[in-house]
């Protein structure tokens, strides 16, 4: 399949389908990040994964998909206890621009940088000034310690990136939020590709096909 570059004057994509597996899901390039052209991807089956600052924006939509349904929600018994132990308060959308921040610079192993870029910061606070991008977050003695952010459309869930300064802040976050998202309807939380972090909490990959289907059935 083709690769394809973006037109500066149209936020149409090419089809989901098409994207090309040998580099992960790899479907175009170019563009930008205007709210309009995030929504359109993402209600598509398509995100952003820059590649780093200064170069050609790309987009992916991954087969498999990576996906936590809300029936297949699992809480580790180590987490429950740490849970139970209520050692971060929780918040919605009360510090948005320093989590996503926080996404960007804290650490993590095994990695050494960072796929959001500043333009892309850019365009998920737009997102999040329309209601669309969410931040959800651990406090601990009146400081952010931990949380993760993503797009919501619909009774769609889109995951993007976590963080933790302290132990277990963002897995503590993560399984709070989920059971609030799901026990409010959400049917599943998208998370892209594959990591053992959320595979601990029953995420599991899917077809393409399958992802995109329930995605138009959520939509809808």
Same mark, same amino acid.
């Given at each position: ?106 650490? +993590?192993?095994?990695? =050494? ?5 500043? !333009? ?6 737009? &997102?999040? %000034?329309? /209601? ?46 989920? +059971?609030?998202?799901? =026990? ?5 939380? !998208? ?6 972090? &959320?595979? %601990?909490? /029953? ?18």
């Amino acid at each position: 399949m083709p690769i394809y570059r973006l037109p500066d004057d149209s936020f149409e994509f090419p089809p989901a389908e098409q994207a090309e597996d040998k580099y992960d899901g790899l479907l175009a390039v170019g563009g930008d990040y205007n709210p309009e052209r995030l929504l359109m991807a993402y209600t598509q089956g398509i995100f952003p994964w820059p590649v780093g600052e200064g170069e050609d924006i790309t987009w992916f939509s991954p087969d498999p998909r990576f996906v936590l349904k809300a029936e297949d929600l699992h809480i580790p018994k180590s987490l429950v206890k740490t849970l139970r132990k209520n050692l971060f308060e929780y918040r919605v959308d009360t510090a948005f621009p320093e989590v996503i921040h926080a996404c960007a610079s804290v650490p +993590r192993p095994g990695q =050494d940088g960072t796929w959001i870029t500043t !333009d892309l910061e850019a365009g998920y606070h737009e &997102l999040q %000034r329309q /209601g669309f991008a969410h931040s959800f977050e651990a406090w601990q003695d009146g400081k952010l310690v931990g949380g993760f952010y993503g797009v919501a459309i619909g009774k769609c869930f889109f995951g993007e990136s976590m963080f933790a300064r302290v132990a277990d802040a963002s897995k503590c976050a993560f399984a709070t939020f989920a +059971r609030r998202m799901f =026990d409010a309807g959400v049917p599943w939380i !998208d998370c892209q590709v594959h990591t053992d972090h &959320l595979a %601990r909490f /029953g995420a599991k990959e899917i077809p393409r096909t399958e992802y995109l289907e329930l995605l138009r059935t959520a939509l809808a």
